[in-house]
């Protein structure tokens, strides 16, 4: 194998080790359908915009990415979660990509997180959208 295939091999190794810590499927907080949005009040209905923020077992849960972003950023100590759009389950916010296109939404702006990148700049081309981090959303959400 040449070097170059070996150093690529090594990296996309380490980037899918990121992706699955990030995302690990029995840790962290859960979200439940029918609870209502600690920002809007709206019963949450779908597990692929669903939001958690928190600690310490502490967590409130929000229906959208947008409300999520309404509620301010992330406070000493709180861990954020957003769903993986592709699979449903939650994951730190530092760990997926984020979009904001022209795609319905619980509350209408249009944001959804991937835990790949390459989904995430897909949905963006087909959306006429954006993709960042979620620290790069914050303040500019619409609603």
């Known amino acids: 194998m040449c070097s170059g295939c070996r150093a690529l091999t090594v990296w996309l190794a380490a980037a899918a080790l990121l992706v699955a810590i990030g995302c690990a499927r029995n840790e962290g907080p859960r979200v439940r359908i029918g609870s209502p949005c600690a920002s809007c009040g709206m019963a949450i209905q779908d597990t692929h915009f669903a939001c958690v923020r928190g600690s310490d077992g502490h967590y409130r849960q929000f229906d959208s990415i947008e ?17 993986d759009y592709d699979e449903g389950r939650l994951c730190l916010a530092d760990t997926v990509w984020v979009v904001q296109g022209s795609f319905p939404t619980p509350m209408g702006g249009g944001l959804a997180a991937f835990a790949a990148e390459a989904s995430a700049r897909d949905v963006g081309v087909r959306t006429n959208g954006r993709v960042g981090r979620l620290h790069e959303f914050v303040g500019k959400a619409r609603s």
């Open 67 to 83: 409300c999520l972003l309404r509620d301010g950023p992330a406070r000493s100590g709180e861990s954020i979660y957003l769903p």
